[in-house]
């Protein structure tokens, strides 16, 4: 009698489980399934570019308020690319063969116009899911191989990441640093070259940017804490995040000047320093320090321009297009000669990395209107100077790119970096 309760039991038990186990499996494929679904991040140009003759390319997007309606602000939504194939007789019936256009579109046998969801691809970071580069597009060229690159930015603006017309700062005709290498990364998000030139008898290097998705421009504090005491080395920051290129920032921490914003919030609100916002745009936004006004005016601009975070150091070197006067600031010893670096904006999403460095003790950097000027010569639209000395780097792939200061890095706060958006395959 025990024995069949047992098995009664064990059956009974048995069926629950399995019922359980089932709503369990079901529940992770809503699950699974919701988090699936991407935001889509319309690339216009590029779709009106591909899509042939005769058709219409509409979008229907989601952006923060205010934002322009521009393909290129870099704000994402969740954006429905609808495009409608007009009836143009035997040339829509030729790419109508299998039932579908080249771009995707549904075309009925009759020839008939029909309308379907085309999915646009995401380059949009969420939080701190940022995807790691592919070690295998981290290329390494000589300098003999220089006009490679034109293939390369060729390729770029295949893929609509550049543009057709836009300005590339690189150049395979400079002067070349005659021991130094060209090295770039390049995928469906972001274009990456560095290098170094030789100007005036000066060893520069540059890092140029070009990104789909202002999310891909991102700030790191150390420990990812404003006002955390900690400090690293450059590099064991970069170590810490999945960038591409990296660059130091303002150091924050060194000094109790400027208005500090970090993830939209003002932190620090103090007006000696010209400081540089950037919006959700990727947008630089600039505060003049002779500009009267409250951290609460401050807190509205930061709310109202979608700022997500800021960088006080200085001072404004180029503002739109013009060479700026900056013989008089209040830090930077910008007289002096030091390895200095700046941060430019050449155009939408569009960045340029740029930094003097030391050599030797006859040639021991630049000062700051020499790199305003040569920046400026460059065709940068925006340029704002960063921190500088021992804390002037530009990092690629993991490694120190630049001539480093007395060949030792400092101990910073923060750095600036910039990623991919494609996740890796597998």
């Not at 829509?92 to 646009?120: K, Y």
Request: one cysteine or more.
């Amino acid at each position: 009698m025990q024995t069949d309760m047992k098995k009664k039991r064990f059956i009974t038990e048995f069926i629950l489980a399995c019922f359980a186990w089932f709503f369990v499996v079901i529940a992770l494929l809503v699950v699974a399934r919701a988090y699936s679904r991407e935001t889509l991040y319309a690339d216009e140009a590029y779709l009106a570019k591909h899509s042939g003759d005769g058709t219409e390319v509409a979008t229907s997007s989601g952006k923060a308020a205010g934002a322009e309606d521009d393909p290129d602000s870099g704000v994402s939504g969740e954006n429905t690319v609808k495009e409608t194939v007009k009836n143009e007789g035997p040339k829509a019936q030729d790419t109508a063969a299998d039932g579908q256009s080249d771009t995707g579109v549904a075309v009925s046998e009759n020839g008939a116009e029909d309308i379907e969801t085309v999915p646009a691809v995401s380059y949009r970071i969420e939080g701190d899911n940022v995807p790691a580069p592919d070690p295998d597009k981290f290329v390494k060229l000589s300098l003999a191989d220089a006009d490679k690159m034109k293939d390369v930015i060729a390729e770029a603006r295949a893929s609509g990441l550049l543009g057709e017309d836009e300005k590339v700062i690189f150049s395979p005709d400079v002067e070349f640093v005659s021991w130094g290498d060209i090295r770039y990364y390049l995928d469906d998000s972001i274009f990456v070259v560095v290098w170094k030139e030789m100007k005036n008898g000066r060893y520069m290097t540059y890092g140029e940017i070009k990104v789909r998705d202002a999310s891909q421009f991102r700030r790191k504090l150390a420990d990812d804490t404003y006002g955390s005491p900690t400090q690293y080395f450059c590099t064991q920051l970069d170590e810490q995040v999945n960038s591409v290129v990296t660059m130091n920032a303002d150091f924050y921490a060194f000094r109790n000047l400027g208005i500090t914003v970090y993830d939209g919030e003002v932190h620090r609100f103090e007006t000696s320093l010209d400081v540089l916002f950037i919006d959700e745009n990727g947008d630089f936004i600039y505060y003049d320090r002779n500009t009267d006004t409250t951290k609460e005016d401050i807190e509205k601009f930061v709310k109202d321009n979608g700022v997500q975070f800021s960088l006080a150091f200085g001072p404004v070197m180029v503002r739109d297009h013009k060479l700026m006067d900056i013989s008089s600031y209040p830090i930077g010893q910008n007289e002096a000669r030091y390895s200095r670096t700046c941060f430019c904006q050449v155009d939408k999403l569009h960045y340029l990395f740029a930094n003097i460095g030391y050599f030797s003790k006859e040639n021991t950097g630049g000062t700051s209107e020499e790199l305003s000027q040569w920046v400026w010569e460059k065709g940068v639209k925006e340029a704002y100077m960063m921190d500088g000395g021992q804390t002037s780097e530009i990092i690629f792939n993991g490694e120190i790119f630049n001539l480093l200061s007395y060949g030792n890095e400092r101990t910073v706060s923060d750095m600036i970096y910039f990623a991919t958006a494609v996740e890796p395959e597998g």
